[in-house]
């Protein structure tokens, strides 16, 4: 299974089958957590809470035994960090079969915070469960999808664009390809707020806001979409073989009232 065919497979799970992770998927985990980074160089740290021993429960999931929380400290690029972090561990956790989903808000947060060990200066923008998916979604998840429209997605040609934003980028081959791994990331309520602008072999990543999204506990929440398009992007690269630079550097362009610039990876070669 290609990477594209992994993230388009991948959905949010919140209906478990109840069984706690073998030894080995615990194992497996582990080890991606141990090796995880993003191009920020922001320290993200990551804990695993047993749900019953916590005392952790979120209205919207069924059948969980385990959970993640991810910590980051509160500076710039932090949100983006942890999005591309977090994103890593969730995709890789959907190849050994595991099920996650984003939480930011459904859920008692002090209980979690506490339990995650958070400390002053630090953020634990989300968490997730890591269970088995059950062969059945429950209604409620069944309608939470239909709600936030989980399995549609924008057309490219209102995310890529080429040379000025509004120009649709007609890309092709494994870039073509590229792009549609991000087109499928997962965001905040399916808003998908990533706009890429391709100039030359660069592609400037700016953020498209909506209210709502900005919060003391999370950050901004559209930042860590951010994080999740650029963890993607990075992806589809590496599975290709080509190489890149990752770069925070303005590229002269004043962006509309609402957007505003992330990151910028170029192309090699």
Same mark, same amino acid.
């Given at each position: 299974?290609? @990477?594209? *065919?992994?993230? %388009?497979?991948?959905? $949010?799970?919140?209906?478990?089958? #109840?069984? +706690? /992770?073998?030894?080995?998927?615990?194992?497996?985990?582990?080890?991606?957590?141990?090796?995880?980074?993003?191009?920020?160089?922001?320290?993200?740290?990551?804990? @695993?809470? *047993?749900?019953? %021993?916590?005392?952790? $429960?979120?209205?919207?999931?069924? #059948?969980? +035994? /385990?959970?993640?929380?991810?910590?980051?400290?509160?500076?710039?690029?932090?949100?983006?960090?942890?999005?591309?972090?977090?994103?890593?561990?969730?995709?890789?956790?959907?190849?050994?079969?595991?099920?996650?989903?984003?939480?930011?808000?459904?859920?008692?947060?002090?209980?979690?915070?506490?339990?995650?060990?958070?400390?002053?200066?630090?953020?634990?923008?989300?968490?997730?469960?890591?269970?088995?998916?059950?062969?059945?979604?429950?209604?409620?998840?069944?309608?939470?999808?239909?709600?936030?429209?989980?399995?549609?997605?924008?057309?490219?040609?209102?995310?890529?664009?080429?040379?000025?934003?509004?120009?649709?980028?007609?890309?092709?081959?494994?870039?073509?390809?590229?792009?549609?791994?991000?087109?499928?990331?997962?965001?905040?309520?399916?808003?998908?707020?990533?706009?890429?602008?391709?100039?030359?072999?660069?592609?400037?990543?700016?953020?498209?806001?909506?209210?709502?999204?900005?919060?003391?506990?999370?950050?901004?929440?559209?930042?860590?979409?951010?994080?999740?398009?650029?963890?993607?992007?990075?992806?589809?690269?590496?599975?290709?073989?080509?190489?890149?630079?990752?770069?925070?550097?303005?590229?002269?362009?004043?962006?509309?009232?609402?957007?505003?610039?992330?990151?910028?990876?170029?192309?090699?070669?």
């Amino acid at each position: 299974m290609t @990477l594209l *065919d992994t993230i %388009k497979a991948r959905r $949010s799970v919140r209906t478990f089958d #109840g069984r +706690k /992770l073998t030894g080995e998927d615990m194992k497996r985990i582990q080890e991606c957590i141990d090796d995880l980074s993003n191009p920020y160089d922001i320290p993200v740290s990551f804990v @695993l809470m *047993d749900a019953e %021993k916590n005392h952790l $429960s979120s209205p919207v999931l069924n #059948g969980e +035994k /385990l959970y993640i929380a991810g910590k980051v400290p509160k500076v710039p690029h932090a949100e983006e960090a942890f999005g591309y972090a977090f994103e890593r561990l969730v995709i890789y956790a959907w190849t050994l079969g595991i099920g996650t989903t984003w939480i930011g808000g459904t859920m008692k947060r002090e209980v979690f915070e506490t339990a995650a060990g958070l400390a002053e200066g630090e953020r634990m923008p989300c968490m997730s469960p890591l269970g088995y998916p059950a062969k059945k979604m429950s209604l409620r998840e069944t309608m939470m999808r239909k709600g936030v429209g989980a399995d549609k997605r924008k057309a490219s040609a209102d995310l890529f664009f080429d040379g000025v934003m509004g120009r649709p980028l007609n890309a092709e081959g494994d870039m073509a390809e590229i792009l549609e791994m991000v087109r499928w990331a997962p965001s905040a309520v399916n808003k998908q707020p990533w706009r890429i602008l391709k100039l030359e072999n660069a592609y400037h990543f700016f953020e498209k806001k909506d209210k709502g999204y900005i919060s003391d506990a999370v950050g901004d929440m559209q930042k860590i979409d951010m994080g999740i398009a650029l963890c993607h992007f990075v992806m589809g690269l590496e599975e290709k073989g080509m190489s890149y630079e990752f770069a925070l550097a303005d590229p002269g362009i004043v962006p509309a009232a609402d957007e505003e610039y992330i990151a910028t990876i170029i192309v090699e070669g």
